[in-house]
């Protein structure tokens, strides 16, 4: 069955740009859209945008000034960068499967925001 | 402030049935068929348990039931059993720009 899993740094400096990539196995990338949610400690979910296989994305605005989403189909990969980070970008991150709802997870990466 | 509004907690017995309720207006929860619930049990991934308001991905068990009146989805957990103690979140596609809104979440607790 589909696997996400999500990968890149723990410890991201302030001012820097956090980096992920969520690499989808046991399934095609294609035909779906694909997006970043995350979870500060002990708070709610933020859906932070997606990304379809062409390309095309969708981004919340209370992010988008920093946001860029990007697709690798060639290796089942999909990716998020968000500049200019802070204390209150320190959260666990996951990608997800958005079909009618997010029905496929990843296990989540935890993303702390420090000097 | 989350979008999509959830009473902070709720509690049952085992044996007993509780709802959830997940608030929103007419341009998401009350305007799309597109409502999901989420489980999320402490250190894990969230879990789809219901999709497009009513529908139960398969291997969900059938005590998990959703509903939507108006602007208002329900979640309805029956026959609780310890297991169920979670947190729950709701979802709703919305005609902003946000696409998708969550709720801020309701904690379960079994007693």
């Known amino acids: 069955q589909v ?20 690499t989808v196995s046991g399934g095609s990338i294609s035909s779906y859209y694909w997006s970043w949610i995350r979870q500060p400690a002990g708070k709610g979910l933020e859906w932070i945008g997606r990304i379809y296989t062409s390309g095309s994305t969708n981004y919340n605005p209370s992010l ?52 | 402030q989350s979008a999509l509004t959830q009473p902070a907690s709720v509690s049952g017995s085992p044996g007993q049935s509780i709802t959830i309720s997940c608030t929103g207006t007419s341009s998401d929860v009350g305007g799309y068929n597109y409502v999901s619930w989420y489980q999320q049990h402490p250190g894990k991934a969230p879990k789809l ?23 208002t989805a329900s979640l309805t957990i029956s026959g609780l059993q310890a297991e169920d103690e979670a947190d729950y979140y709701c979802s709703s596609y919305t005609s902003s720009s946000t696409q998708a809104v969550f709720g801020g979440g309701t904690k379960l607790t079994v007693l």
């Open chain 1, 3 to 22: 696997q996400l899993q999500e990968s890149g740094p723990g410890l991201v400096k302030p001012s820097e740009t956090l980096s992920l990539t969520c």
């Open chain 1, 64 to 115: 988008k000034s920093r946001v860029t989403m990007s697709v690798d189909t060639s290796k089942n990969q999909f990716s998020l960068k968000l500049s200019s980070v802070t204390a209150a970008d320190t959260a666990v991150y996951y990608c997800a499967r958005m079909g009618a709802a997010f029905d496929i997870w990843g296990q989540g990466t935890m993303v702390t925001v420090s000097s």
């Open chain 2, 49 to 71: 348990m219901i999709y497009d308001v009513s529908n139960r991905p398969s291997g969900v068990s059938n005590r998990f039931s959703g509903s939507k009146s108006g602007n």
